[in-house]
């Protein structure tokens, strides 16, 4: 069993449009009951390998973590393996994309081809709704605290941790990794606070930051913000040509310290073990 794979519990939940996948990572056995949670809301690379670490990274300070696969319904995501998505996420928008492209095997070729178009054409109606659902199955659960349940959302996840958050859920608090911001002029519906974290070099997204402080604090709501000098889009995932080891170490203090004081997770400092293996150093 890979380091990834241990304590994880293939699971599902239902979402108005069926059956939604996911994967939990639970505290020790030992840990209290009823536990806060987070809800992990992944990037456009789908559930990976990287996101399922995350989860268990959560585990180990205390939390029930739960990510959905928001490709639960993408029945031509499935054809793909998770390098061929991320290798054709990250020479999407490559100004030498088809340069590079073009020097490899036919069959490569044709299937980064594919993976482009798949990109480009996503069905992403369901997205906001079986999140939605997520996070009122989290809510919903005895084993899961009061008033204790986050999110955290990375680019596509992110977008839609704002999203929830406009459309007035009710959360102990919320962590945007580079994700596109909601409609400003629905921020007055927002229910808990975000914590907003920006990469320097993000052309998509960043230049829109003073708009968003601004319409939050118009409305009276609490966001923090942080950009973090020297980093593109993708920073804090460490399978990521644009992973930024510093800004990635510095961005998971900041939301682990925010989630701890909003959900009241004392064991935020006392790392807890994983259910299914030994106590390890949260890094």
Known sequence: MSAASTGVERTSFEGPHGPVEAVQVRPASGGRSPAPAVLILHEGLGLTVH??????????????????????????????????????????????????????????????????????????????????????HLVGRSDVRSGGVAAVGFSLGGGLVGQLAVAGVELAAGA?????????????????????????????ITPRAPAVGEAFRAAGRELISFVYPGTRHGFFNETRPAYHADAAQLSWRRTREFFAERTGNVAQWRPQAVAGEGVRAAG
């Open 176 to 204: 945007v990794f580079y994700g596109q911001a909601p409609a400003l002029e629905q921020v007055r519906n927002v229910r808990f606070p975000l914590q907003v974290h920006y990469a320097e070099d993000d052309p998509a």
């Open 51 to 136: 996101t399922i670490e995350l989860a268990r990274r959560f585990a180990q300070e205390g939390y029930i973590a739960f990510a959905p696969n928001l490709y639960s319904h993408d029945t031509t995501h499935r054809t793909f393996t998770e390098a061929e998505v991320a290798r054709g996420v990250s020479l999407l928008r490559a100004a030498d994309r088809d340069e590079v492209v073009a020097r490899l095997p036919a069959d490569e070729q044709e299937r980064l081809k594919k993976v482009f178009a798949w990109f480009g054409s996503r069905d992403t109606s369901t997205y906001l709704s079986d999140a939605r659902a997520a996070a009122a």
